[in-house]
């Protein structure tokens, strides 16, 4: 069996600037921010709320996902660093409960005095966002701007649909979503969204989610169909979108994919950066997630600019498309994954903000 890394494994191999590690007694959960890299700005990631099968787990996860958050923001040139937060709860929580663990969180980022912000991430709600914010400033989502959209997730979905024209454009000249089939896997927040502007394209729609009638009840609003659990990896269609959760790419579903693109929204779908080389090789074109789903983040920092003109919003998110264009053409020239041409442009970001201090 897999040897699983300790906390202090983890801590000691990671690359960021820090961890904060808290057990929250009245919850029996763990509280964990992860504080990767301030170079662009002050560090910024949503707080996700999850049940892990060891603490470990969440702790990993926020690493991970607070690096994706220092590639995200950087890909974007926006002026913030990376950092999440993870509450690892032992099991569903509401009411009081709830509402004392995120309490709690609240003051403990109150004691990092604005060197990490936070928002909602999957399995928070606004709502919980309200609650941290009854009682710290360092919650970085819209609330009380009025007039504000309150949901990043059709900022995000405007993202992936732009990413998916891009592959089409990059791998047949034409961005045409007819005859084209897109497979969605998560119709939430973002998957929802980006299902019906891909119906609306003309375009061929596959769903997939836990909750199948869900699933079901998105195929007849837009007129697309349902693929099981069991199915999603083996289902042929052009684009494979994961909208749920991460790591679906991965040496046990690679062999599988009959798609000649993946672009979705979900964060980490790589389990290795070797996956991407995995991808190239059987000639399937990987847009790196963190490009592809920047457009929530991308139009909430905007609007706390600023920006209220949605027509504008949207054109700076529909650029995410022109980012990948440029990206695809790097990893050509270089005969690389696009992977690695991301990863270089957040290096070359990273390295020109450094320079300038
Ligand atoms: P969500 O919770 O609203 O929706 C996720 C959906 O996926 C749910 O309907 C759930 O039932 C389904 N699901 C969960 N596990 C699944 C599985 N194994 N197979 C099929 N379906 C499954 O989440 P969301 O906000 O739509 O985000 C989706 C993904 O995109 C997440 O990985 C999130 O981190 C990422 N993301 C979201 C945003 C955003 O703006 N919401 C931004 C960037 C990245």
């Given at each position: 069996?897999?040897?699983?890394?300790?906390?202090?494994?983890?801590?000691?191999?990671?690359?960021?600037?820090?961890?904060?590690?808290?057990?929250?007694?009245?919850?029996?959960?763990?509280?964990?921010?992860?504080?990767?890299?301030?170079?662009?700005?002050?560090?910024?990631?949503?707080?996700?709320?999850?049940?892990?099968?060891?603490?470990?787990?969440?702790?990993?996860?926020?690493?991970?996902?607070?690096?994706?958050?220092?590639?995200?923001?950087?890909?974007?040139?926006?002026?913030?660093?990376?950092?999440?937060?993870?509450?690892?709860?032992?099991?569903?929580?509401?009411?009081?409960?709830?509402?004392?663990?995120?309490?709690?969180?609240?003051?403990?980022?109150?004691?990092?005095?604005?060197?990490?912000?936070?928002?909602?991430?999957?399995?928070?709600?606004?709502?919980?966002?309200?609650?941290?914010?009854?009682?710290?400033?360092?919650?970085?989502?819209?609330?009380?701007?009025?007039?504000?959209?309150?949901?990043?997730?059709?900022?995000?979905?405007?993202?992936?649909?732009?990413?998916?024209?891009?592959?089409?454009?990059?791998?047949?000249?034409?961005?045409?979503?007819?005859?084209?089939?897109?497979?969605?896997?998560?119709v939430?927040?973002?998957?929802g969204?980006?299902a019906r502007?891909?119906s609306?394209?003309?375009?061929?729609v596959l769903l997939?989610d836990?909750?199948q009638n869900l699933a079901f009840a998105v195929s007849v609003e837009i007129g697309g169909s349902v693929?099981?659990?069991?199915?999603?990896?083996?289902?042929?269609?052009?684009?494979?979108?994961?909208?749920?959760?991460?790591?679906?790419?991965?040496?046990?579903?690679?062999?599988?994919?009959?798609?000649?693109?993946?672009?979705?929204?979900?964060?980490?779908?790589?389990?290795?950066?070797?996956?991407?080389?995995?991808?190239?090789?059987?000639?399937?074109?990987?847009?790196?997630?963190?490009?592809?789903?920047?457009?929530?983040?991308?139009?909430?920092?905007?609007?706390?600019?600023?920006?209220?003109?949605?027509?504008?919003?949207?054109?700076?998110?529909?650029?995410?498309?022109?980012?990948?264009?440029?990206?695809?053409?790097?990893?050509?020239?270089?005969?690389?994954?696009?992977?690695?041409?991301?990863?270089?442009?957040?290096?070359?970001?990273?390295?020109?903000?450094?320079?300038?201090?």
């Amino acid at each position: 069996m897999a040897h699983e890394q300790s906390f202090l494994e983890l801590i000691e191999a990671w690359d960021g600037s820090g961890v904060v590690v808290k057990h929250d007694e009245l919850t029996g959960s763990w509280v964990f921010v992860a504080l990767h890299d301030d170079t662009l700005g002050p560090m910024v990631g949503g707080c996700r709320m999850k049940t892990y099968a060891c603490p470990e787990d969440g702790l990993r996860d926020a690493m991970r996902l607070a690096r994706g958050m220092t590639h995200k923001w950087a890909a974007l040139d926006l002026p913030c660093g990376g950092g999440k937060s993870v509450l690892a709860i032992p099991g569903p929580l509401s009411g009081a409960d709830r509402r004392g663990l995120l309490h709690r969180f609240g003051e403990l980022l109150n004691t990092l005095d604005g060197a990490y912000g936070t928002g909602e991430d999957l399995g928070t709600t606004p709502e919980d966002m309200r609650v941290v914010a009854d009682v710290s400033k360092h919650v970085v989502g819209i609330h009380g701007i009025e007039g504000a959209p309150s949901d990043p997730g059709p900022f995000t979905a405007r993202g992936v649909f732009a990413g998916i024209r891009s592959a089409l454009r990059h791998r047949h000249g034409t961005d045409s979503l007819s005859d084209r089939t897109v497979l969605v896997q998560g119709v939430g927040d973002v998957g929802g969204p980006l299902a019906r502007m891909i119906s609306k394209a003309g375009g061929t729609v596959l769903l997939c989610d836990l909750d199948q009638n869900l699933a079901f009840a998105v195929s007849v609003e837009i007129g697309g169909s349902v693929v099981t659990q069991d199915n999603v990896y083996q289902t042929e269609c052009d684009v494979y979108a994961p909208c749920a959760v991460g790591a679906t790419l991965n040496p046990g579903t690679i062999p599988s994919l009959r798609c000649d693109m993946v672009v979705g929204s979900a964060n980490n779908q790589l389990e290795s950066n070797a996956d991407a080389d995995a991808l190239a090789e059987r000639g399937i074109l990987y847009a790196p997630d963190y490009v592809v789903n920047g457009g929530g983040a991308l139009a909430f920092t905007l609007i706390h600019q600023g920006q209220r003109n949605v027509a504008e919003l949207d054109r700076r998110v529909r650029g995410i498309g022109d980012m990948l264009d440029e990206i695809f053409a790097e990893a050509v020239a270089a005969g690389e994954s696009p992977l690695n041409s991301a990863a270089r442009r957040v290096e070359r970001v990273l390295q020109n903000a450094k320079n300038k201090d």
